[in-house]
């Protein structure tokens, strides 16, 4: 029952494939009102399913769920009223949400639903049998989830099963996805492990920890060498957005026609010069301590003490010269009036 397999082959979901039956009839307890919370909420009380949103009696987001048109309980009351508790608070203070007020709430039969697998596939929660464990994973930030879903659009996402405890696990997940508009645009069958795993191995080896490395160290090398600060912020950083841009919509293929001849020769014969096989086994090492357990014990207890580290690097990280010179650039061009859009949006 519990996943004990790997499976890479990829098997995708779409709307045809989905019974929205199978949880039309349930009661859905969304605890938390943040980022993915309120999209999961409005978007599944749109489709016409029964939702609590849990919140705690101080919570500045009963406001906001109340404004949306939705009716709030304290977390161990939406959990001992729902089928399905989604959990939809930060990952960190999960396992204390779950003991104190989704555990002893859970009959046999109820539907455990994450958005992430970290706790589960760490062992921070362990959840009793006799339970469905989910999850549905939209690959995106929850404002995309909700702003695809009332412009009638789709928003990619995961689908997993931990456990399945009455045989309609799978059923119930996808339903789920279907009600908060991941079938519209595709959901792919993963399992816990692997979507923790290539989840923290994406943002640490590639697309938060790597990128912001590879800007700094690019920075720094021209400015070392004599260039202006501000054709270097140009240059390593503004140019990246459009750079993604064209990699998003058209693959890397889709980027090297973008770019000059001479951009597409020299990026393509120095690239591997730069990340090179040292950087190849240096992200070697960083997959093995997220599949050994390692990063996910050093996070866990970092946590417990207080994030000591975590205060350290992010403070660095905001005195890195690149930042003070950023923002100057930013008040001085135009892109910024879009830039300001997109905070108005995303914090909505
Ligand atoms: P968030 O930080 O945006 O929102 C958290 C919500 O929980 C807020 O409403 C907050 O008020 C509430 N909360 C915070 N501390 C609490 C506590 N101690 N007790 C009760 N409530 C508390 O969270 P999020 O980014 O939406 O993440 C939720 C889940 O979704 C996580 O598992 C995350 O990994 C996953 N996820 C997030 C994204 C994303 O883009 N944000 C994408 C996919 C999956
Ligand atoms: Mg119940
Ligand atoms: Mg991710
Ligand atoms: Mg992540
Ligand atoms: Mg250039």
């Not at 779409?14 to 999961?40: C, F, K, N, R």
């Not at 399905?84 to 990952?91: H, R």
């Not at 992010?314 to 100057?328: M, P, S, T």
Request: aromatic fraction near 8%.
């Amino acid at each position: 029952m519990t996943e004990d397999t790997q499976t890479f082959d990829s098997t995708v979901y779409y709307d045809d494939d989905a019974d929205e039956e199978a949880i039309a009839h349930e009661t859905v307890a969304v605890l938390g009102y943040g980022s993915q919370g309120h999209a999961h909420a409005q978007n599944l009380a749109e489709s016409g399913v029964d939702v609590v949103v849990g919140l705690c009696e101080d919570s500045s987001s009963r406001a906001a769920a109340e404004s949306d048109g939705l009716r709030y309980e304290t977390p161990a009351d939406a959990a001992a009223e729902a089928d399905v508790v989604s959990v939809l608070v930060p990952d960190t203070v999960q396992p204390d949400v779950y003991e104190n007020a989704v555990e002893p709430n859970l009959e046999a039969g109820d539907t455990l639903q994450f958005a992430h697998g970290f706790n589960i596939h760490y062992n921070q929660i362990q959840p009793p049998e006799d339970v469905d464990v989910t999850m549905v994973a939209p690959k995106s930030p929850g404002h995309l989830v909700r702003r695809n879903y009332e412009n009638d659009e789709g928003t990619p996402g995961l689908l997993a099963i931990y456990q399945d405890a009455t045989g309609e696990a799978h059923d119930k997940g996808l339903a789920y996805a279907a009600a908060i508009g991941c079938t519209r645009a595709g959901v792919v069958e993963t399992s816990f492990r692997e979507e923790t795993e290539t989840d923290l191995f994406g943002e640490q080896a590639v697309l938060c920890g790597g990128v912001t490395s590879l800007i700094k160290q690019g920075y720094e090398t021209l400015v070392d060498a004599g260039y202006s600060p501000e054709m270097a912020y140009f240059e390593v950083l503004n140019e990246l957005k459009l750079i993604v841009d064209l990699m998003y919509e058209d693959g890397l293929g889709g980027m090297w026609d973008s770019v000059s001849y001479t951009a597409e020769y020299g990026g393509l014969s120095r690239g591997d010069e730069i990340i090179d096989d040292q950087v190849r086994a240096n992200m070697e090492e960083v997959l093995e301590d997220v599949q050994n357990g390692t990063f996910a014990r050093e996070w866990i207890s970092e946590n417990q003490a207080g994030r000591p580290a975590y205060t350290q690097l992010r403070n660095a990280e905001k005195n890195h010269e690149i930042e003070a010179v950023g923002e100057e650039l930013r008040d001085l061009f135009a892109w910024q009036e879009e830039a300001d859009e997109g905070e108005e949006e995303s914090a909505e």
